[in-house]
C-alpha cells in the first residue's frame, strides 16, 4: 500500500518536473521572440528613417513626389498593415500558446514575409519598366526635336538665302 502511494507521488513529481521544463522552454522561446521582436521593430524604423531622408514625402507634396517614391508608399502600406496584425498578436503572447500555434504563427509570418517579398519586387520591377519606357520616350523626343531644329535652320538658311 505504501509502495504504491510512493509510486504515485514519484509520477506526480514526474509530471511536475516535466511541466516545469515544458513552462521554462517556453518562456525562453518568448523571450527569445520578444527580443527579436523589437530588434525588427528597430531595424524596420532605421529602415523607414533612411527611406525618409533619402527620398522625404510630406503631405503637401504633388503627385509629381508621391509618384517618383512608389517604393517607399509601398513599404509605408506594407509596415501599416504588418503593424495592425502584429498589434492583434501582441494581446495574446504568452496566453496559451504551445509548439503547435508557435510553429503555425511562424509558418504564417514567413508566408507573409515571403508574399510582401514578391509584392515589392513586383513593384520595383513596375516602378524599373515604367522609368526605363518613360527614359526611352524622352530620348525619342529629344532626337525628334534635333531634327525639327536642323530642318528649322535648314529652312532659315534656304529663306536668307532668298532675300
Same mark, same amino acid.
Given at each position: 500500500?505504501?509502495?504504491?502511494?510512493?509510486?504515485?507521488? #514519484?509520477?506526480? &513529481?514526474?509530471?511536475?518536473?516535466?511541466?516545469?521544463?515544458?513552462?521554462?522552454?517556453?518562456?525562453?522561446?518568448?523571450?527569445?521572440?520578444?527580443?527579436?521582436?523589437?530588434?525588427?521593430? $528597430? #531595424?524596420?524604423?532605421?529602415?523607414?528613417?533612411?527611406?525618409?531622408?533619402?527620398?522625404?514625402?510630406?503631405?503637401?507634396?504633388?503627385?509629381?513626389?508621391?509618384?517618383?517614391?512608389?517604393?517607399?508608399?509601398?513599404? $509605408?502600406?506594407? &509596415?501599416?498593415?504588418?503593424?495592425? !496584425? !502584429?498589434?492583434?498578436?501582441?494581446?495574446?503572447?504568452?496566453?496559451?500558446?504551445?509548439?503547435? +500555434?508557435? !510553429?503555425?504563427?511562424?509558418? !504564417?509570418? =514567413?508566408? =507573409?514575409?515571403?508574399?510582401?517579398?514578391?509584392?515589392?519586387?513586383?513593384?520595383?520591377?513596375?516602378?524599373?519598366? %515604367? &522609368?526605363?519606357?518613360?527614359?526611352?520616350?524622352? $530620348? +525619342?523626343?529629344?532626337?525628334?526635336?534635333?531634327?525639327?531644329?536642323?530642318?528649322?535652320?535648314?529652312?532659315?538658311? =534656304?529663306?536668307?538665302?532668298? %532675300?
Amino acid at each position: 500500500n505504501n509502495d504504491g502511494l510512493e509510486d504515485q507521488v #514519484r509520477a506526480q &513529481m514526474a509530471k511536475t518536473q516535466e511541466w516545469q521544463d515544458k513552462n521554462a522552454a517556453l518562456q525562453d522561446k518568448l523571450t527569445g521572440w520578444t527580443e527579436k521582436t523589437y530588434t525588427w521593430k $528597430q #531595424r524596420a524604423e532605421a529602415a523607414e528613417q533612411k527611406l525618409a531622408n533619402i527620398n522625404p514625402i510630406s503631405d503637401d507634396d504633388d503627385e509629381s513626389t508621391a509618384s517618383n517614391a512608389p517604393q517607399a508608399l509601398f513599404l $509605408q502600406a506594407a &509596415m501599416d498593415r504588418t503593424s495592425v !496584425s !502584429s498589434d492583434r498578436r501582441k494581446s495574446f503572447l504568452g496566453f496559451g500558446w504551445g509548439e503547435a +500555434e508557435d !510553429s503555425t504563427d511562424t509558418a !504564417s509570418l =514567413q508566408a =507573409q514575409i515571403a508574399k510582401l517579398q514578391s509584392e515589392l519586387i513586383k513593384a520595383q520591377s513596375g516602378y524599373k519598366e %515604367d &522609368m526605363y519606357l518613360k527614359e526611352k520616350r524622352i $530620348q +525619342e523626343l529629344e532626337d525628334e526635336n534635333c531634327d525639327y531644329a536642323a530642318k528649322n535652320a535648314q529652312l532659315i538658311k =534656304q529663306t536668307l538665302a532668298v %532675300d
